[in-house]
């Protein structure tokens, strides 16, 4: 059994592609039964990749989509995540890029499991939460970096200044719960840039 990768995507270009992507993603998983039989249903990336024209067999596309919308108020961005197996569905990327060659991709990528954890948003235009905070008593929540910091600040009781704070407390806090068996570990991590 795979380790799952969710990946939230923003797609950006001219309206007519985006428009296009962006109806054929509805009418697929507004369908009835899938394109291809597969495991996965209707929203089957093999699925898109057949009304792409390519080769489910041929292209990886393990893992399937959802949560399609577009951005409130401007018809040149759709949103949707994906449920991959390992790692983002790259090979299925570069065929909507082939289909659609004026659109951009934007993603964040997360299976901590396999120490994915990374966006190609460079300016955080479309994820700005690029930290992730796991509480364990509290389950892990995304935060922005200054929100990273403002909560940690409110766990330790003083400011917390920095990343290189940040993970110093977390490693005392840690390193204290392991040595008293303890269940009050907090983990970071930071969404690597690429």
């Given at each position: ?7 939230n ?10 428009d296009?992507?962006f109806?054929t ?8 039964e ?26 990886y ?6 949560e399609?919308?577009?951005?409130e ?9 994906t ?8 090979e ?15 993603y964040?990528?997360?299976?901590l ?6 966006t ?6 479309f ?9 364990e008593s509290?389950?892990m ?6 929100d990273?910091?403002?909560r ?10 920095n ?23 907090i ?6 840039i690429?």
């Amino acid at each position: 059994m795979p380790n799952w990768c969710n990946t939230n995507y923003a797609v950006r270009g001219p309206k007519e592609e985006i428009d296009k992507l962006f109806d054929t993603m509805t009418e697929l998983q507004n369908m009835k039964e899938p394109l291809v039989r597969n495991g996965f249903g209707v929203t089957w990336l093999g699925c898109l990749v057949k009304k792409l024209g390519g080769d489910p067999e041929n292209v990886y596309c393990r893992g399937s989509w959802s949560e399609l919308r577009r951005k409130e108020g401007d018809d040149t961005v759709i949103f949707f995540n994906t449920e991959h197996a390992w790692s983002r569905p790259e090979e299925v990327e570069e065929l909507i890029m082939k289909v659609y060659p004026a659109l951009e991709t934007f993603y964040l990528e997360e299976e901590l499991g396999m120490d994915i954890f990374q966006t190609n948003d460079v300016y955080q235009e479309f994820f700005p939460e690029t930290i992730i905070i796991d509480e364990e008593s509290d389950g892990m929540e995304y935060y922005t970096m200054e929100d990273a910091l403002k909560r940690l600040s409110e766990l330790k009781g003083e400011p917390v200044n920095n990343w290189e704070e940040a993970e110093a407390f977390c490693k005392g806090i840690n390193d204290a719960q392991d040595e008293n068996s303890g269940d009050g570990h907090i983990w970071l991590h930071k969404a690597d840039i690429v």
